[in-house]
Nanobody, 115 residues
């Protein structure tokens, strides 16, 4: 049974930092991409960051220079270090583990940036 679990969300003041973690288990296919998406209330889900098997990363323009995605395949984990957080980063953040024929979503972790 596949399980994808995010953690690390919470309430933080503007300018603060959070590190999200995503743990995947039970996946037998080759994992190609590890992704972080987010969805703010009333908005569509958007891709925030992606990392390939080779460690190549891509970021949403609005988070470039502030967020860093990394992966630890030995632990089946992917992380999102978020610095200099802004109120517009408030959203539920989802981990999406992409395999050759689709992928697996986590349940999400809530991030609220507010003073």
């Amino acid at each position: 049974q596949v399980q994808v679990t995010e953690s690390g969300g919470g309430l933080v003041q503007p300018g603060g930092s959070l590190k999200l973690s995503c743990q995947a288990s039970g996946i037998t296919e080759t994992i190609y991409y590890r992704n972080w998406y987010r969805q703010a209330p009333g908005k569509q889900r958007e891709l925030v960051a992606r990392i390939t098997r080779e460690g190549i990363t891509n970021y949403l323009d609005s988070v470039k220079g502030r967020f860093t995605i990394s992966r630890d395949d030995a632990k089946s984990a992917v992380y999102l270090q978020m610095n200099n957080l802004k109120p517009e980063d408030t959203a539920t953040y989802y981990c999406y583990t992409e395999v050759s024929r689709g992928g697996y979503w986590g349940q999400g972790t809530r991030v609220t940036v507010s003073s």
